[in-house]
């Protein structure tokens, strides 16, 4: 059949490229048998059409309806249409003027498991899994709501992988859904096998460390994400789906704060926001009060660390540099070995490394203190990349420390603050809504109030909302 040889010459012939003609029916099925149910394929669609000739009929999709009695078949005239059917897991029937699509697709994804990169102790178990359409009938299953919109996108020239952009039609800033799409069709790329690349490609600022967008695995954050008014990003082949706009705060925000009572959220809230500062700031303010500054601190520390460090063969600097290093050393390591011998690993690793090089002389007890607080409060930011970007930024400002003292510690947390100031997450600050300093966007950030004092979207996302609607305000004064 002509179809057919033009289909076939669209694609390399392979081992898994089936073509099965089905003389009563004067059609041929092609398919990719690596890629399809077999047992559906044989029962469902080659079994009906052998046993129910084709007669004269004047719409063959209804024919085919009635016959395969299957609810995805879609007609295609264009060729290029049907050979993305079939490398999309489904079936094609060549007619001998048009093709057919049949969706028979059959591929075994794993069922959704706890994520094991964003745990929460009171809370579903389920996560998002490589299927995309598993990942959809996650969030449709939370949100039963007529209005929750996946506008469909293919990137990738050669993958062509399939990227949803989710949303609330009500509730999402129509500023926000117009820039994500114009975004996403700008992607220009061959392909596209994980969204940590499609999240380069739509960020806003390509130089900056921070992330401007929320990687998760939980189903049930991501819902939550869409009832405050975001967006999320769902790959085909990824577990890990993006969340945006996303500001600095949303990082230290857990399912956990929702799910216990308000002070009990709070209060761990307040203690990832304390670790994100004692991660960044002991190691250099350690430096700075006993190279420059000692005068600050108690005449009885001074002495005591004064004594811990008899012996000590490294400056102080070098000591920090050499113990942070190690560290993260222990860390990628763990994260590189299986996972029944990382955690253990990183424990042991640690301990053994620090005890010895304090027995050694290498370092001081103190030292070993502070850069233990360090790595502790790294752990406690509940976002890896988050997490990660803080680690780094510890070395820049323990060089600054080392050259200028307390003067070079404020002055590089001066520099980090003025670019946090002016970055943007899909153009909303990402300091919102501390720039706004009203008290009403203040309601859910650093306390979680009791639920009967908020409504179903948090007062940062509502800042977002009345922060497009003051800059489009400002657009038309000007």
Known sequence: MRTTQVLLNKIDLSFDVIVRPVPNANLDVVFIATLVDLTRVEERLLGPLTHLPMKRVRDVTIWLDNTLRLSNIKRVPDVDEAVHALLDNEAVLCLPSEYIIVGVQGLNRRSPQEPSTDVAIRGPRDGFTESIDTNVSLLRIRIKDPKLTFDKFVIGERTRTTVLLAYIRDLASPDIVHEATNRLRQVKIDGLLENGVLEQWIEDNHWSPYPQLQATERPDKTAAALLEGRIAFIADGTPFVLLAPSVLISFFQTTDDYSQRWWSGTALRLVRI??????????????????????????????????????????????ALVMEIMVELVREAGNRMPQQMGQSYTIVGGLVIGDIAVQAGIVSPIMVVAVGLTALGAFAIPNYEAALVTRMIRFPMLLATSLFGIIGTLGFALILLAHLSTLKSFGVPYLTPFGQMAVQDLKDTLVRPPVQLTNSRTATYLSIRSWFGRARYRARRN
Do not use: D
């Not at 004692?278 to 005449?299: G, K, R």
């Not at 001074?302 to 400056?315: C, H, K, N």
């Open 274 to 319: 304390i670790a994100f500062f004692v991660s960044i700031f002991v190691p250099s303010l350690y430096i700075a009060f006993t190279m420059y500054n000692p005068e600050l601190i108690p005449l009885k520390m001074v002495l005591q660390l004064a004594s811990t460090r008899e012996g000590i063969p490294l400056p102080i600097v070098m000591e």
